[in-house]
């Protein structure tokens, strides 16, 4: 695999975790209402920030955005089920899709180091960090 084809899984898979954090922000329920919301009002903001990032880091490969929602959606390792259930259940989701975006990120780093884009492994690294802190967070609320 190369650095552009695991940036384009990358996006695939940050785009499908996006959506599907912003529905289970939208559609929490529950007594931690508040808490909830606002935990996976963070995580969205920041997956829908990735959005635009990763296209750029894409560009700066000379790689195109996926211009279709069939192609991400194709390409994405993240669930493409419906977003439903109880606040346990929309959390546990959640968490389900930030750990296999981590992976995904994990592997975008090794490659790139491989290929010698250093810049894009220290990006990756850093959105390893920052999904490691929101698996902390919905492992702390689901305790």
Avoid: C
């Amino acid at each position: 695999m190369t650095t552009e084809s695991q940036l384009q899984q990358v996006f695939a898979n940050n785009f499908v975790a996006y959506f599907r954090a912003h529905v289970a922000h939208v559609n929490i329920q529950g007594r931690n209402f508040m808490s909830d919301h606002k935990l996976l009002g963070k995580i969205y903001e920041d997956l829908q920030s990735q959005i635009d990032t990763t296209a750029e880091l894409l560009r700066t490969l000379a790689e195109f955005m996926p211009a279709s929602l069939e192609t991400i959606m194709e390409s994405s390792q993240i669930s493409l089920a419906d977003v439903l259930g109880d606040a346990d259940q929309l959390l546990e989701d959640i968490k389900a899709d930030l750990e296999e975006l981590k992976a995904s990120y994990e592997e975008l780093m090794a490659i790139s180091e491989e290929d010698g884009h250093k810049e894009i492994a220290n990006h990756a690294q850093d959105r390893i960090l920052t999904l490691a802190k929101y698996l902390w967070m919905l492992d702390s609320t689901l305790d």
